[in-house]
C-alpha cells in the first residue's frame, strides 16, 4: 500500500488515476440514467462498487481463504491446486463483487465493500474536464458497438 500511496506522487501515474476516476464517473452517471455530458458527471463519485481494484482485492481475500482452508498440502499438490483454484477463485470473487455492488444499500454489504472503496481512494484521482470528455467519449463508443442504431452525438437515457 505504501508503494502505491508513493507512485501517486508520479505526474504520469497522477493522470493516470484521473482518467481511472473519470470512467468512475461517467458510468456512475451511466447506471443513474442522467444525460452524459460532462456538466452532468462532473458531479458524480469517482469510488465505483464493481470496480477492477476491487475486484483484485476480493480475489486476494479469496484466494487467501480458500489456500488457507487447504492446508500445507505436497508441493505437486499444492501448484495443482493453484492451477485448478484460480478460475474457481475469479468466478467466485467477481460473484461476489456483482452481488455486493446489486446490494450496497444494505449496511453489511457496505462494510464489505469499504475495503475495496478505500483501495480506489489511491487509484483514482479528480478528473479535469479532459479526462471527463475522454471518458464521455470511450462510454459513447462502447454504447454505439452495442447497440448500432443509437447514434451518440447527444447522448442521453431517452436515447437508451
Not at 467466485?92 to 446489486?102: D, G, H, K, P, T
Not at 483501495?119 to 478528473?127: A, I, K, R, S, Y
Not at 475522454?134 to 437508451?160: G, R
Amino acid at each position: 500500500m505504501a508503494k502505491l500511496s508513493l507512485i501517486s506522487f508520479i505526474p504520469d501515474i497522477k493522470t493516470v488515476f484521473a482518467y481511472h476516476g473519470a470512467e468512475h464517473k461517467v458510468v456512475n452517471a451511466y447506471e443513474a440514467g442522467v444525460p452524459l455530458e460532462l456538466e452532468t458527471v462532473r458531479g458524480y463519485s469517482t469510488a465505483h462498487a464493481r470496480c477492477g481494484t476491487s475486484f483484485l482485492l476480493t480475489v486476494l481475500i479469496v484466494a487467501i481463504v480458500i489456500f488457507a482452508l487447504l492446508g500445507r498440502p505436497q508441493l505437486w499438490a499444492s501448484i495443482l491446486s493453484r492451477i485448478v483454484l484460480i478460475p474457481v477463485i475469479a468466478a467466485l470473487s467477481y460473484e461476489i463483487v456483482r452481488f455486493s455492488a446489486a446490494h450496497s444499500h444494505n449496511r453489511l454489504v457496505r462494510v464489505f465493500l469499504m475495503p475495496g472503496l478505500l483501495l480506489q481512494t489511491m487509484t483514482t484521482n479528480e478528473p479535469g474536464d479532459q479526462q471527463l470528455e475522454a471518458a464521455l467519449s470511450a462510454l459513447k463508443k462502447v454504447i454505439e458497438a452495442d447497440n448500432p442504431e443509437v447514434k451518440t452525438a447527444n447522448l442521453n437515457t431517452e436515447n437508451l
